[in-house]
């Protein structure tokens, strides 16, 4: 099993990276469960036709501890792709990042993993590791690599900055690794030349370039991911090949 | 407001059971918390502590800590500490406020192994489970840690019998005396007692732990541990503890049939405790009666050792109602529930437990071995024949 914790600025693109990531590897025949790490829980819309699923939190909200079971957060969408999300507290008060650790602990304790027996887990990842709940993906048991989604602007490049930052802090404690950044393409000029000087700096190699592309766009107006709704498209294309990478700079667990 | 205790104590909650787990191991124990619940333990869950060397610490944990994660600060203390006492191993416990900000005491305990070089645990303790959960969870992740391959180390028996007794747990058992005739008793019953959890544990004993035949599991502290080793190295399990003269206990040991429980039935015997010593109190009636004896756990009933009318009593208001309810003629409890029943033409006993009443009673604990706790039980027994009669 593979488990890979996505992280990256917000609104950087790491929810469409990640779903259309996990629509490719589908393709490819392998099991993944994709797990939205979003107060937001609109990670996996794409995925479910546009529907957003009942999230960790809000069943729990619903039913009560005792009375969750793994149907009420366990949902299938495109290609049988497992899709779950953490979900947060009523916005304004509560704590987000404790809501994230709470979520996990009980898709343990419902058997989620076991259910979905996956080849490959994603952790779609809230902009920053603000507190210790948003870095719940990335400590010991859960992900083992860390991918970036980045573009070439400052802030974007900024927060990649602090994201390895952290996860290298974090390297005594067994934590997951930081494996490259996968570029999603804002037609900043020089772009690439951009990111690779960060790169210089923090380590680590793009994996990917992804593009700017209205596909994008035309497949979410549909909720849907470029892979199913434009497969034979030239961004379809462009996710496999992240897909392909993503399974070579990754390691089993 | 159902949930309140407005006469009894709050019962002993995990980070106590851990850390009594942890007591005679010879490591460090950090509690983090601000100070309450180290000294809930150290003041009122361990009978051991006054006099005591062992090494537990309260982190000290304050709100800027907390704000800002000062995870370093702690496990510098932890290193310092290390360097002066040179334990065998390192704890961190959890209490609510790591629980409720997510602490990463695993983590900690990761880097702290990675500095040090000693094995380093982090319990999820969160002060909202019993303490027998937090015994339990101490128990399991020692034997993944420490336990070695029962093939190196089944070798050389000379014909003995070895046995690891799982649940000597001073929360339940009061005293070192108790643990030690408890042992006494297995070893005249012709074993050896290759480990003891948790009462004069050592990490060797954890080493060896595959080495024995059987595991006796005489709290239900023990019971995970017993499943796993049963699961991982084919040892099986009896849940038992010895009581009054030993001989049912002997009987168990040897494979015999244990005693058949008498149906259920009015004006019986309500027992709450520890629930596999009030199982071995009510096997132990049973013996010489065909009263009917209910036990009643205000820890949670673990079903796995529970008779279908056995009374599970979380709250304060669940146990006045079982105690006052008119089904029982005669109780025996600690002496704070006696407080609470109001009952007229109710025989009750005192049997305290230090998971609720911590040291108060301590001079009045029982001797789970010996005549005055088969006395005890025939009494009882008498005073509920004599309701039943009359």
């Known amino acids: 099993m593979r488990k890979i914790a996505i992280y990256g600025k917000g609104g950087i693109g790491k929810s469409t990276t990640t779903s259309n990531l996990a629509a490719a590897l589908s393709d490819a025949g392998y099991r993944v469960l994709q797990i939205g790490c979003d107060p937001k829980a609109d990670s996996t819309k794409n995925l479910t036709g546009g529907k957003q699923i009942s999230s960790v939190l809000d069943a729990l909200r619903e039913k009560g501890e005792g009375g969750l079971k793994a149907e009420d957060v366990l949902f299938q969408g495109y290609g049988g792709v497992w899709c779950v999300e953490a979900g947060g507290p009523t916005p304004g008060i509560g704590c987000a990042g404790r809501g994230i650790i709470t979520a996990f602990e009980k898709l343990e304790e419902l058997g989620a993993y076991e259910i979905c027996k996956p080849d490959v887990i994603l952790y779609d990842v809230l902009g920053d590791v603000v507190c210790g709940g948003f870095a719940m993906p990335i400590r010991g048991g859960y992900a083992k690599n860390v991918l970036i989604v980045t573009s070439g602007e400052m802030m974007a490049l900024y927060a990649a900055s602090n994201i390895v930052s952290a996860v ?85 667990v | 407001m159902s949930v309140l205790c407005i006469d009894l104590p709050p019962v002993a909650p995990d980070y106590s059971g851990a850390a009594s787990a942890l007591f005679d191991l010879g490591g460090i124990v950090v509690m983090h918390d601000a100070s309450g619940c180290t000294g809930n333990y150290t003041g009122f869950d361990e009978p051991r502590w006054f006099g005591s060397r062992s090494a537990v610490y309260c982190s000290g944990l304050r709100r800027m800590d907390a704000i800002l994660g000062n995870d370093k600060k702690f496990i510098d203390g932890a290193l310092m500490a290390a360097k002066d006492l040179n334990p065998t191993m390192i704890s961190y416990l959890g209490s609510p406020v790591p629980m409720v900000i ?49 093939e190196g180390i089944k070798t050389n028996r000379q014909g003995k019998r070895f046995v690891n007794v799982l649940g000597l747990l001073s929360i339940d058992m009061g005293s070192e005396k108790n643990a ?60 038992t ?57 205000m820890y949670g009933l673990d079903t796995r050792i529970a008779m279908e ?27 704070e529930i006696g407080g609470i029943l109001k009952r007229e033409n109710v025989t009750f006993v005192e049997l305290p437990h230090v998971a609720l009443s911590g040291r108060l009673y301590l001079d009045r604990y029982p001797s789970y071995l010996g005549e005055s706790m088969e006395t005890m039980i025939r009494n009882a027994v008498l005073a509920a024949q004599e309701r039943q009669q009359g």
């Open chain 2, 102 to 150: 997510g602490i990463d005491l695993e983590g900690m305990a990761a880097e702290t192994e990675v500095a040090s070089g000693i094995p380093c645990f982090g319990f999820n303790t969160t002060g909202q489970h019993y303490y027998d959960r937090g015994a339990s969870d101490v128990f399991l992740k020692l034997l993944r840690y420490f336990a070695e391959p029962i």
């Open chain 2, 241 to 297: 503890v010895p009581v009054g003269g030993g001989s049912l206990f002997r009987k168990k040991l040897a494979g015999e049939s244990p005693v058949i429980q008498p149906p259920e039935g009015k004006r019986g015997i309500l027992i709450i405790h520890e629930q596999i010593f009030a199982n071995s109190l009510r096997e132990l009636a049973a013996s010489f009666s065909d009263i009917p004896v209910t036990v009643g756990s």
């Open chain 2, 180 to 239: 030690e005739e408890i042992c006494a008793c297995i070893e005249e019953a012709g074993f050896s007692i290759n480990a003891s959890f948790a009462m004069g544990l050592t990490l060797e004993q954890v080493r060896r732990a595959a080495n024995a035949d059987i595991n006796i599991v005489t709290a239900r502290c023990g019971l995970d541990a017993a499943e796993y080793m049963k699961k991982r190295y084919g040892i099986p399990y009896i849940c």
């Open chain 2, 309 to 335: 009318h056995d009374l599970d009593l979380p709250t304060e208001k669940s146990v006045r109602e079982a105690i006052n309810s008119g089904r029982y003629s005669v109780i025996l409890a600690d002496p």
């Open chain 1, 168 to 252: 290298e802090n974090f390297g005594k404690r067994g934590y997951a690794r930081y494996s490259g950044v996968i570029l999603n393409a804002r037609n900043v000029p020089d772009e690439e030349m951009l990111v690779q000087k960060t790169l210089d700096e923090i380590g680590g190699d793009i994996l990917s370039i992804i593009p700017r592309d209205s596909a994008v766009q035309e497949a979410e107006n549909r909720g849907k991911t470029v892979i199913e709704a434009l497969p034979d498209s030239e961004m379809a294309l462009c996710y496999r090949k992240l897909a392909a990478r993503v399974m070579e700079v990754t390691e089993e």
